[in-house]
């Protein structure tokens, strides 16, 4: 399994970005899907997650109400709609992959949210 993050950027405090998750060499079915970030001489922190099924999300407190983590299998890929940017959500953003029932988990590479005016 390769995942690859995409959609970061610069952007404006208030503004909008959609960050992509999109995995290649097997199915998504089977995964969970957590969106983590990591500040500049911070620790990684976990932002959202979404069960293999999308039935179930979870959210950081700090991110509540302005991010939604969605999924599309048929296009085995994970989003995060991310809404009311802020300067304190400047983070490389990374999507993990848990398999159903393990803990072996795979990551991608990151991707770049810069917010800022």
């Known amino acids: 399994l390769q995942l690859v993050e995409s959609g970061g950027g610069l952007v404006q405090p208030g503004g909008s970005l959609r960050l992509s998750c999109a995995a290649s060499?097997?199915?998504?079915?089977?995964?969970?899907i957590g969106w983590f970030r990591q500040a500049p001489g911070k620790e990684r922190e976990g932002v959202s997650c979404?069960?293999?099924?999308?039935?179930?999300?979870n959210y950081a407190d700090s991110v509540k109400g302005r991010f939604t983590i969605s999924r599309d299998n048929a296009k085995n890929t994970v989003y995060l709609q991310m809404t009311s940017l802020k300067p304190e959500d400047t983070a490389v953003y990374y999507c993990?992959?848990?398999?159903?029932?393990?803990?072996?988990?795979?990551w991608g590479q990151g991707t770049q949210v810069t917010v800022s005016s």
């Open positions: 993990r992959a848990r398999r159903r029932g393990t803990s072996l988990d795979y």
């Open positions: 060499g097997t199915t998504l079915d089977y995964y969970a």
């Open positions: 979404i069960s293999h099924s999308g039935g179930s999300t």
